[in-house]
Structures are given as C-alpha cells and as structure tokens.
C-alpha cells in the first residue's frame, strides 16, 4: 500500500516554479482546449541534474474568472487530485534521451468553465485523461518545430 501511495503521489519537485519556466511555457507551448480546461504543454531538454523530473505541472484558476478564493481553492485541490490519479498514464509522454533530445514535459492545465458551476472529480479526472491522450498522439517534436523549449 505504501508503495501505491508514493506513486500517485505529486511532490513539489513536480510542479513547474519559477518565473522563466512559466513564461517560456505560455510563450512557446502547444494549446488543446477542453470543455473545462485548457493543456498547454511543451517539451524541453531535461538537464544533467538528478533532481529534475520528466513530466511538471501547473494548475491555474484565474480570478478574474473565479472571483471567490473558496472556489479557486475547491478547484485547484480537484485539479491536483484528478491529475494526481492520471499521471500513470504520462510513462507514454516520457522518451529514452537517445531518441530525442527533449526529454521533460510541461505542462499547465488551466480552468476556464464557469465559477458558479464547478465540475466533479471524475468529469476533471475524464476531462485530463482525454487531453493527456490527445497531448501523446500530437507527438514530440522534432527540432525544427517551435513546441520545443531549450
């Protein structure tokens, strides 16, 4: 049971910090708009650091959209569950570094539904399940594209 626990777990060193990662993500990342949400994601050369991890994730619920913090909260805590429960399926998104030279995913799921009508853990659990299918059959890039973050 431990051991179940620690895999579906989503540490710190998993969520995507810092000014320049968020901002090379929203300037150079690929779009897939969902009912709900939106993935963006683009995939960057991993680092020569153990610490780094293959796949990151940013949830946002913006305030303007959802003016209550109780709401923001409610919302980002159903995000992070759903996305904590479907992250096994991600092992397709991550490649060997001799194939390809990006080798990290990143990725931010953004909430755009309604304030007043928040979904339930398993419509967010369906909703990041279809997008992340839709994220591994859009393909990693090759070097020439621009979805590639160096």
């Known amino acids: 049971m431990l051991s179940e626990k620690s895999t579906n777990a989503l540490p710190r060193r998993e969520i995507v910090r810092g000014k320049a990662g968020i901002s090379r993500l ?3 990342g690929r779009r897939l708009k969902g009912s709900f949400l939106l993935l963006i994601f683009a995939f960057a050369r991993q680092e020569e650091r153990s610490g780094r991890m293959p796949v990151k994730v940013l ?3 913006g305030k ?6 109780v709401d923001r909260n409610r919302i980002k ?3 992070r569950e759903a996305y904590r429960l479907e992250k096994s399926s991600l092992s397709l998104l991550t490649v060997p570094e001799k194939s ?5 995913v990143l990725m931010a799921f953004m909430y755009r539904g309604k304030a007043d009508e928040i979904p339930s853990l398993e419509a967010f659990r369906a909703e990041i399940r279809r997008m992340m299918k839709n ?6 890039p090759s070097s020439k594209e621009g979805g590639r973050i160096d």
């Not at 303007?64 to 913090?69: F, M, S």
């Not at 994220?135 to 990693?140: M, N």
Request: hydrophobic share 45%; aromatic share 4%; glycine share 4%.
């Open 26 to 28: 929203f300037n150079q």
């Open 77 to 79: 805590r159903l995000m």
């Open 135 to 140: 994220c591994v059959s859009k393909g990693i």
């Open 64 to 69: 303007k959209l959802v003016p209550r913090a």
């Open 59 to 61: 949830l946002i619920v």
């Open 100 to 104: 390809v030279e990006s080798n990290q």
